[in-house]
Structure formats: C-alpha cells, structure tokens
C-alpha cells in the first residue's frame, strides 16, 4: 500500500468550513453565493438552503459551479513545505489560489498535490471552477464509437468522471459536481516523506515487508539511514539520493485472515527519519491464490487464502453518500461492521461508481473484508489511443493502485465492469471489448506497482462468449432479473458471480420525500421511484419481484397490490430473502461449481426499493437478514435434491474444530411432529459437511415429495445446528426450515398459533424479547422504534422458542415494548416489557 504517512510535528488543517458555491461568476452579487460544505457537491449545497431536493430533475451538468472559501495560513518559513492536496474534483476544473491559476483538471478521480508555500499571504482565498460538462459532451469532432451502450450517455467516454447520478435505470441523478473529496493544506517542517510504499510478502512461515520511500530534510542536510519498525521487529535501512529501498524480516509471521475464516491480524508500520517519528499505517501477510498468474480464459475464478479455499460472498458496494458528502469515519466504520456481521466477506468496488478512500481500504483491512476492485470503467468504448486520455488514465490508475496494492485485503483488480458483456450483447467481436487498456496497459501497471491480487479484464469475462456464467467471471441474473426458476442457479452452473440477485427489495420505513417509495400508499404516483430499470426495457425490478411472489408465494401480485397493499409490501419484503437465501444455499453446497456471489447491491442509493439490502439510510431490508443466516461463518440449510430426497448442509468456516449436535424434525400440519432425530457432528475447521434427512432419520420419509405416493406425510422440515459444547448451554447455532408444498401463509389469530411474547426491559441499551408458540409461526418480525433486533423474518419451529435482543439504534429512545408480526399471523401482538418476578 502507499501509506498516508504522518510526521510527527506535521500540521495538518481540513479546509472544510466557510466554502461558499455559486452557478453564477466570482463576482456575482452576495446573494448568488450560497453556504457548502467540503468535500461536497452543488447538489449538496443546494439541498442544505432547501432548493434542490432528490428527484427534481435540475441538471447539474448544465451550468459552471464555483466554490471559495478564505483561509488563513502564512507564506512558508525557511525549512518547511506547505502543501495543498486536493483529493477530487468533479468533474472538468481550475483552481485558483489568490487569483493565481494552480492547475486543472479533467478527472475526478485524480488527487493532486502543489507547493503552495510562497504563495500564501496570511488571509487567502482558494477558489474551484467546475465547468459544464453537459455543453463539452456536445462538442463535435471527436472519434466515433465502435459501439454504443444505452447505460449513460456515449459521450461521457470522453471524461473521466463517474456514472453515477448520469444512469438513468439505477441513478438518476443528481450528477455530482464539485470538490468531493476532502481538500487538505500540510504544513511539513524537517523532513517530507514522499510515495511510501508497502509490500508485505510472505517466506514460508516468515514475513518479509518490502520497503521503497523518497525521504528529504527540508532544512537541506543529508541523509544516510532511516530506521523502519514493523510490529517490533526493525530494520536500517540505507538513503542513496533520497531514495530508500530495502526489507524487513518478521520471523513466525501471524496471518491475515477474512473475518469467516479467521483473524484479520495486522502490524503497525513506522518509521524513524532524523529523530522524527512517521506513522506509515499497518499490513498484514496473507498468501493469494490464484494470485497474479490467473488467466480468465482458461478457469473459473476461485479464490484460496493462506491454502484455504473461501466461499467469496458479499456485494455491491455503493457510497454512503452518493450527492456527495464523504462521510465520517464513524459512519464509514458503522457501514463495514453491518456488512461484516452479515457475515459478508467481499465487497466490490464497482466501475460505475467511484473509487474509495484510503480509511474504507484501513477498514476493509482491520475487520477481514476482501475487496474486489475495478477501475472505474463501464460499457464504453473509451478513446485511449488519445495521448492524452492514455496519460490521465495512467495517472489515476497508479493513483488506485498506489492506494490498495500491498493490502491483505485486496483480491480482485477487474479492469471494467460490463464492457466485453456490453460488446457481446450488440452482436459485435467480443475482442472489441478487451482492448489495450483493459488487455495489456492494466495489467502491466498492476505488476509495476507490485499488486498482488487477481487480474480480471471485465466483468464478466472468460468465456465464449464472455457472457456464459460457467466460464471465468460471470454476472449472474438468472435468478432475479431474467426471471429463472431457482434451479437455473444450479443448472447455469456460475463459476464466480461478481454481480447477482437483482431484485426490487422494498424496504421497512417509508420514505416520504416525492421522488421516492411511498409505503403509505400506492396512488402515490412516487410509487415506483426508487425501483431500478434497464433503460429501454418494457419492464422493471418490481416486476422480477412480482414474478416471484407469483412462483414461490403463488399470489396474483397484481390483484394483491390493489387490494391490500400492506400485504402486498410485506410478502414482497420475504420474497426477496427466500430467494436470496435459496440461491446461496446452492452456491455454498459442497458440490457447487461456484466459489463466489456478490449482490447488486450493499445499499440504496436512492429511497425507495432499490437492489441494495440495506436502504438509503442505514436501515437492513428484511433480505439483510435471510443472507446473515445463509451467509454466515457457521451455517447450516437444505436443498431440494428432488427424487434424492433433501439434503443438510453444515458450513464451519472457522478455524477452530465445531463439535455440534444436529436435529431434523418433521411435521405436518404446521404443529404434528411425525419424526424427529438427531446426530453428533463434527467438522474440521473450514470446511463443509453434507447429510440426507432420511440418513439423519434412517428411513425413507420421501422427504422432498418426488415419489408422490399420495398426499405429503409432512409440511415442514425444520434443521436445527447446536452447540456440543457444555459451556454454551447447548445454544443455536442455526436453523432451517424447508415447506414442503404450499408456504404457510395463511393467517391465524396469535391463540390459535399458540404464540406467547414476553418482553424483557432493556439493560445498558439491550432488550430482550422471548417467544414461544405452538404452531409454526413463519417470518417472525420483532419491532420497537428506534431498536434494532438481532434477528429479523426468522421462523419458530412449532413449540420451539426463539430470544431475539434489541438493541438501541439512535439517540435515547425510551422503550415502550415490541409489536410482532408473522406473515401467517393476523394482525399483530403487542407486548410491553415486564420484569421479572
């Protein structure tokens, strides 16, 4: 990794505060400037004096933007530097310090740096210029494409700016224009420590760290040594012309794992430069395979850490902030977690969006999460035999690499998303879309900034053609957008699906701004805001969720969105998950071919039912919930095998041995157990078990109804993974359930179903909630308003119990008690906390 490094005495001051913006010129009148904030966007600074809101259709493309703001800082003093690093700026920019010029633009994607030093006067003004771009995407003259997508607009070819906000089916808008990225003013006094580059490798069962760094003394005298630690264990290393080259040996190494498959350990760096402490970051030693020598062509992609095969699963990630705020480190950090304990192990970077910070890639690092990342292309022929063009995308590709390569986090490099699918779905040579830039100049890069991940051209790729899901990389939309059952999942045999399961999921809490979802009601004419589209499709993602409502609910989900809408919403919230949930079972089986899945997407980056699992706000969709117990290090869950009967799978990521007790038990009529069995199991760490319920049972039950032999003996098969272990009082590890024909849906009034809710007050911000039923009680919800459960559209088994914990999710909220629904319950229970006795 290129480390942000930290010199001891080094000032640093966020030029943050006191910007103002304005789409008039720099000497328009007061009142043409409105307060912003940076990093932020027009759009943001519109918002915060209530004249833009998301949906009005402004076009932020159409006009110049500019924004100022004054400063204090004095000139530099002999023996220091003054720095201003601008992290991004949307899209085609100036900035001007002073009214003196500093430089230009036409990426968002790249940083930049300028000695500012003898330029500054005490009080200063720094002002950024963002042009137009809607009028440079007119300009003609330019080459034509070879092809055109119907994604975005084919001029944005030209520019290096992101998508995002310029997409019409999945981001609308509004475009992002401005200063996005945080801008920083260094003061550096003795020392400057340039382009600090780690790579941490391993030797066996000993770490080797190599180091390159360009160190100067600001005051002029040389440099012979500097002195770098990693994790306690030292090195000298020699200074030859400023330049600093060299390794350092960590004997008996601790690995990094992924958070499902160990300990994500990590070692701080440092250096000591002419008495001077530089605070360089922290690595981790982790071994990758494929590695560097993978060829898309000739195998699917798998992935293998430290000699152990992972079961890569996640998603999409998408900025927190799409209009443009960066956001906090806590907010950052808060979003990781939920992905984490979602039991996600891969996020990707996607190349319609943009690339992420450097504290997103430390965080990626510190909680166990792989990154799979791309480099901002998508679906467009780009021009790079333009020198120029070639020289900016250079720069910013170095610029990403010099951010991630070296990071135990780090996987996957893909060059583009969807520009080989883009080509081979228009009839056209599919080596149109690999290209120099994506064939030869990103890998080549990779290898000189000593990137140790996987090199992928785009995504998907490997195939013949590159759109077949069992070759390569694929984009598998099989089940959810192109409306398969769910046993294409099985049968289009997806090596590594880099992209899946888009599916309109609708989310919890309304929404109430105009352009978005609307659960009040469904005459808003805002109701399908928020719901992607394939621009030019005759159809929408809330479709694909209908078509499935139909196939696994058997409901006429049209009939039931004019009738009951509240209904309608909260199958439509389950079906998402079951499906989720039953394709990943598939994947993650022992015999699968695949070796990855990540959704479209983490989040929404619109209100509304959009692909993300969580919305727009930091809320889980109920679909989070279903992937959390699919996707978790320790799992257990069955598939339909057909005449083979139904089999249990049994995961154990962990690197410790699981000794557990596994319980199959069938009923029929929701309530009559007719068999029940049990068996001690153990597994191995980071591996996968698989059993038959009838071998568990040890009879034939036809436990999928494949024979038909008459009416099923059965309706439920409930699996049930516990703890062997005696200090854990026997907990659950995890449960699944398998209806045998039609899914309980229909609802019964809370004393027929037996079900008992008790309610615990809640101690240092955690509650509890107990309940019990007689009955199978089907996607059980537990709410509390500003409480957050641990578990959500879970199932009690009949005469089983479950205890689900609340905990508090935004400023003090006083407790009032839960409101529990079940989509076979009528109506809902109401329970408010006792104590007990």
């Known amino acids: 990794m290129q480390a942000d490094v930290r010199v001891a005495g080094e000032e640093r001051h966020l030029l943050d505060e006191g910007w103002e913006a304005s789409s ?17 966007t027009a759009a943001r600074a519109l918002q915060g004096v209530g004249r833009w809101r998301p949906g009005d259709g402004t076009d ?20 220091e530097e003054v720095v201003l690093r601008l992290g991004g700026l949307a899209t085609v920019a100036e900035v001007f310090l002073n009214g003196e010029r500093l430089l230009g633009t036409e990426s968002m994607f790249v940083e930049h740096e300028v000695d500012v030093g003898s330029r500054l006067r005490g009080s200063n003004e720094l002002a950024v210029r963002c042009r137009a771009l809607g009028p440079l995407l007119r300009i003609s003259g330019r080459p034509r494409a070879r092809w055109r997508p119907r994604l975005a607009d084919g001029h944005l070819r030209f520019f290096r700016t992101t998508l995002l906000g310029r997409a019409p089916g999945f981001a609308p808008g509004p475009a992002p224009v401005g200063p996005w990225r945080p801008i920083v003013l260094l003061r550096r006094r003795g020392i400057a420590v340039d382009d600090l580059a780690l790579r941490p490798r391993l030797d066996g069962r000993n770490g080797v760290v190599g180091v390159r760094m360009h160190v100067r003394t600001l005051a002029g005298a040389p440099l012979r040594t500097v002195e770098i630690d990693v994790g306690g264990h030292t090195a000298t290393l020699p200074v030859e012309g400023g330049a600093v080259r060299g390794d350092v040996h960590l004997p008996g190494v601790a690995r990094w794992w992924p958070h499902t498959h160990g300990e994500p350990v990590l070692h701080d760096v440092r250096a000591h430069v002419a008495g001077l402490d530089v605070e360089a970051g922290r690595i981790g030693f982790r071994m990758l395979e494929p590695g560097r020598a993978y060829d898309v062509e000739r195998e699917p992609l798998s992935l293998a850490i430290n000699g152990v095969n992972v079961f890569a699963r996640g998603a999409v990630w998408t900025p927190l902030e799409p209009i443009g705020l960066a956001p906090s480190e806590d907010e950052l ?49 780009y021009p790079i035999d333009d020198p120029a063009f070639r020289a900016l995308v250079e720069r910013e590709a170095r610029q990403a690499l010099g951010r991630v390569a070296g990071r135990p986090s780090l996987a996957v490099l893909c060059g583009n998303s969807e520009v080989e699918q883009q080509v081979t779905m228009l009839g056209l040579d599919p080596a149109l879309g690999r290209g120099e830039v994506f064939g030869e100049l990103l890998p080549r890069w990779a290898r000189e900034e000593e990137a140790d991940a996987v090199y992928v051209p785009s995504a998907p790729s490997g195939g013949d053609p590159p759109i077949r899901p069992d070759r390569g990389v694929a984009h598998y939309f099989g089940v959810g957008g192109y409306r398969r059952p769910l046993e294409d999942a099985r049968r289009a045999r997806p090596g590594f699906a880099a992209e899946c399961l888009a599916l309109s999921n609708v989310p919890d809490r309304p929404v109430r701004e105009p352009a978005a979802l609307a ?5 808003d004419p805002s109701w399908k805001a928020g719901i992607p589209r394939d621009v030019g499709a005759d159809w929408d993602f809330e479709d694909v969720r209908d078509h499935y409502l139909q196939l696994l609910f058997g409901v006429d989900a049209a ?22 949930a039953e394709v990943f079972g598939e994947w993650r089986r022992a015999g699968s071919p695949c070796s990855g899945g990540l959704v479209l997407w983490l989040r929404d980056v619109l209100p509304g039912a959009g692909w993300g699992v969580v919305d727009a706000g930091t809320v889980p969709k109920l679909a989070y919930h279903y992937l959390r117990r699919i996707l978790a290090p320790v799992a257990v869950w069955t598939t339909d095998e057909g005449l083979a009967g139904v089999d249990v799978h049994v995961a154990n990521d962990r690197p410790q041995p699981l000794e557990a007790q596994l319980r199959v038990a069938l009923y029929r009529d ?30 034939f039950v036809d436990a999928a109804w494949a024979y038909r032999f008459g009416p099923p003996g059965h309706d439920v098969i409930a699996v049930s993974l ?16 398998r209806f045998v024909g039609a899914m309980p849906l229909l609802p019964e009034p809370a004393a027929a179903l037996g079900l008992e809710v008790r309610v615990r007050p809640p101690e240092d911000g955690v509650a509890a909630v107990e309940l019990r039923a007689r009955r199978l009680v089907y996607c059980v919800r537990v709410a509390a308003d500003g409480w957050r459960p641990s578990d959500d559209g879970f199932t009690i088994e009949p005469g089983g119990r479950r205890t689900i914990m609340l905990r508090r999710c935004s400023a003090p909220v006083r407790f009032e008690g839960v409101r529990v629904t079940a989509l076979n319950l009528q109506g809902a229970v109401m329970a408010a906390p006792v104590e007990d006795a």
């Open 24 to 40: 008039a010129e720099p000497d328009a009148a007061p009142d043409d400037w409105i307060p912003a904030r940076v990093p932020g």
């Open 60 to 79: 932020f493309d159409a006009l110049d933007w500019w924004f100022r703001t004054r400063f204090t800082a004095p000139a530099a003093e002999p023996g």
């Open 333 to 381: 950090r808060a979003a990781l977690v939920q992905a984490r304990d979602a039991g996600m192990n891969m996020l990707r970077v996607v190349g319609t969006m943009v690339y992420e910070s450097r504290s997103f890639h430390d965080l990626c690092d510190e909680l166990g999460i792989l990154v799979w990342q791309d480099f901002m292309f998508a679906n467009f022929d």
């Open 519 to 523: 659960t009040a009601g469904l005459d």
């Open 559 to 580: 009939e039931l969105r004019r009738t009951d809408s509240d209904r309608y919403l909260e199958l439509g919230r389950a079906v998402s998950g079951e499906v989720m």
């Open 670 to 699: 929701h309530e009559h157990a007719v068999a029940d069995a049990s068996r001690s199991l153990r597994l191995e760490p980071h591996s996968t078990a698989t059993l038959g319920v009838e071998a568990v049972l040890g009879r």
């Open 722 to 737: 516990e703890s062997a272990d005696a200090s854990s009082a026997g907990g659950l590890l995890g449960q699944a359930f």
